[in-house]
C-alpha cells in the first residue's frame, strides 16, 4: 500500500461512516443527505468530474448546514460509471476537504496521493467496484490503481 496504515484506517472508517451514517453505499444518496451538490454537465474528454469545497457564506446562519461542496460529473457518463466518478469525488470532498487543491495543475495525475486515496475511498465505499479474486486492490502501486478505475469508468462509460 502507498499511503501509512493511519491514513487508511482514515479513509476506510469514512466510507464505512458514511455507509453506517447515511444506510446506503450509493454516493448518489450520500451527497444528497450530507448536503454536497451533485451536478452533470459538459466536460472535456478524457474528464470524468472534479470537486469544489465551498466556503461557507458569512450571511448563513450557523445553525443552518449549506451545501459545503459541489461535485460536478460528465453529463456523458452512464449511471454506473457516474457512481463510480461521484464515489472518487466524494472521497476528494471528505478526505481533502481542508486542503485548496486544484487537481488540474497536477501535472501526472497517476502518480498524485490525492487522487489515489480518492480512488481508495471509492473502492471502499462501494467494493464492488473492484474484481481481482488474485490480487488485493491495497497491493495495487497508485499508477496500476489509477489505471484500474480510469478503465473501468471508460469500460463501463457507454454502456446503457
Given at each position: 500500500?502507498?499511503?501509512?496504515?493511519?491514513?487508511?484506517?482514515?479513509?476506510?472508517s469514512?466510507?464505512?461512516?458514511?455507509?453506517?451514517?447515511?444506510?446506503?453505499?450509493?454516493?448518489?444518496?450520500?451527497?444528497?443527505?450530507?448536503?454536497?451538490?451533485?451536478?452533470?454537465?459538459?466536460?472535456?474528454?478524457?474528464i470524468?468530474?472534479?470537486?469544489d469545497?465551498?466556503e461557507?457564506?458569512?450571511?448563513?446562519?450557523?445553525?443552518?448546514?449549506?451545501?459545503?461542496?459541489?461535485?460536478?460529473?460528465?453529463?456523458?457518463?452512464?449511471?454506473?460509471a457516474?457512481?463510480i466518478v461521484?464515489?472518487?469525488e466524494?472521497?476528494?470532498v471528505?478526505?481533502?476537504?481542508?486542503?485548496?487543491?486544484?487537481l488540474?495543475?497536477?501535472?501526472?495525475?497517476?502518480?498524485?496521493?490525492?487522487?489515489?486515496?480518492?480512488?481508495l475511498f471509492?473502492?471502499?465505499?462501494?467494493?464492488?467496484?473492484?474484481?481481482s479474486?488474485s490480487?488485493?486492490?491495497?497491493?495495487?502501486t497508485?499508477?496500476?490503481?489509477?489505471?484500474?478505475?480510469?478503465?473501468?469508468?471508460?469500460?463501463?462509460?457507454?454502456?446503457?
Amino acid at each position: 500500500m502507498e499511503i501509512n496504515r493511519k491514513r487508511y484506517d482514515r479513509l476506510k472508517s469514512m466510507a464505512k461512516g458514511c455507509n453506517n451514517l447515511f444506510g446506503t453505499s450509493n454516493p448518489f444518496e450520500i451527497c444528497r443527505m450530507a448536503g454536497i451538490g451533485v451536478r452533470f454537465i459538459s466536460l472535456s474528454k478524457g474528464i470524468y468530474g472534479f470537486s469544489d469545497i465551498l466556503e461557507k457564506p458569512e450571511s448563513i446562519p450557523e445553525n443552518v448546514s449549506p451545501i459545503n461542496a459541489m461535485i460536478y460529473l460528465s453529463s456523458a457518463l452512464n449511471s454506473y460509471a457516474g457512481k463510480i466518478v461521484c464515489a472518487h469525488e466524494l472521497g476528494h470532498v471528505l478526505l481533502q476537504k481542508d486542503e485548496r487543491l486544484n487537481l488540474f495543475d497536477i501535472e501526472d495525475q497517476e502518480e498524485s496521493l490525492y487522487e489515489y486515496e480518492a480512488n481508495l475511498f471509492a473502492i471502499e465505499l462501494m467494493p464492488q467496484i473492484y474484481h481481482s479474486p488474485s490480487i488485493d486492490y491495497r497491493d495495487l502501486t497508485r499508477r496500476e490503481l489509477y489505471q484500474y478505475m480510469n478503465q473501468k469508468i471508460t469500460t463501463t462509460f457507454f454502456t446503457l
